[in-house]
């Protein structure tokens, strides 16, 4: 049964500073690798995908890895702003159903 | 706007009621989710339907019954409600031909009940 855990549930850094966010999981079988971005009482935007045959993928200032071996994925957000500042969550796919396991997020705050 | 939505944002209701929420999406996608956030911000898949087919049906009270009347479509019924149903509940859609599966959200309804 995959489990996904994020640590540090939160993290504060001044603004331009370049930061790793932290998911590992159980299950190395894993179908693919969520991030996703929730801003307060809003839902969920969609960051980056990385499918199990990859191990990487970006998007602007935004590195997403997978490593299956040791059950870890990292997400890079560089040069950090402001309008950074959300939870983010990282969710593992189980199988080709689409299921996603989620962690319970890191809450991002960056200081201006 | 090409997008999943949601009905009602917000839901206040009394126990022992019956509420419905609804879910469409516009992407084309065959396959959508509903997911419970609870107050912990803790989220977690309930139901998944693939071309209107249940695919997925986790371990959630019976009171829970999604309904999809097409693929672009899926309503979840929640009968006699109680406290511990408040929660923010999410649908989301994905399409599995692209052989990707990324899931795309709605904004939330928010549940409370009194």
């Known amino acids: 049964k995959q489990e996904v855990t994020q640590i540090p549930a939160a993290l504060s850094v001044p603004e331009g500073e370049n930061l790793v966010l932290n998911c590992s999981f159980t299950?190395?079988?894993?179908?693919?690798l969520q991030w996703f971005r929730q801003d307060p009482g809003k839902g969920l935007t969609s960051l980056l995908l990385?499918?199990?045959?990859?191990r990487e993928q970006t998007s602007g200032r935004l590195n997403a890895s997978l490593d299956k071996s040791s059950g870890r994925s990292t997400l890079y957000i560089a040069a950090s702003q402001p309008g950074d500042s959300a939870t983010y969550l990282c969710?593992?796919?189980?199988?080709?159903?689409?299921?996603?396991?989620f962690g319970q997020g890191t809450t991002l705050q960056v200081k201006p | 706007d090409t997008a999943v939505s949601q009905t009602p944002k917000y839901l206040v209701t009394q126990m022992g009621n019956d509420k419905s929420i609804k879910c469409e999406q516009n992407l084309g996608h065959d396959t959508m989710y509903w997911y419970k956030q609870d107050s912990k911000k803790f989220l977690k898949i309930m139901f998944s339907y693939n071309n209107k087919e249940l695919i997925i049906n986790e371990t959630v009270p019976n009171r829970f019954s999604p309904k999809s009347p097409d693929k672009a479509h899926l309503n979840l019924h929640i009968n006699s409600l109680e406290l511990g149903d408040s929660a923010v509940y999410f649908c989301?859609?994905?399409?599995?031909?692209?052989?990707?599966?990324?899931?795309?959200f709605g904004p939330g309804t928010r549940l409370t009940v009194l």
């Open positions: 990385i499918q199990s045959s990859q």
């Open positions: 299950d190395s079988a894993i179908y693919n």
């Open positions: 969710a593992g796919g189980e199988g080709n159903t689409g299921k996603l396991i």
């Open positions: 989301a859609s994905s399409s599995p031909w692209t052989g990707e599966n990324e899931q795309f």
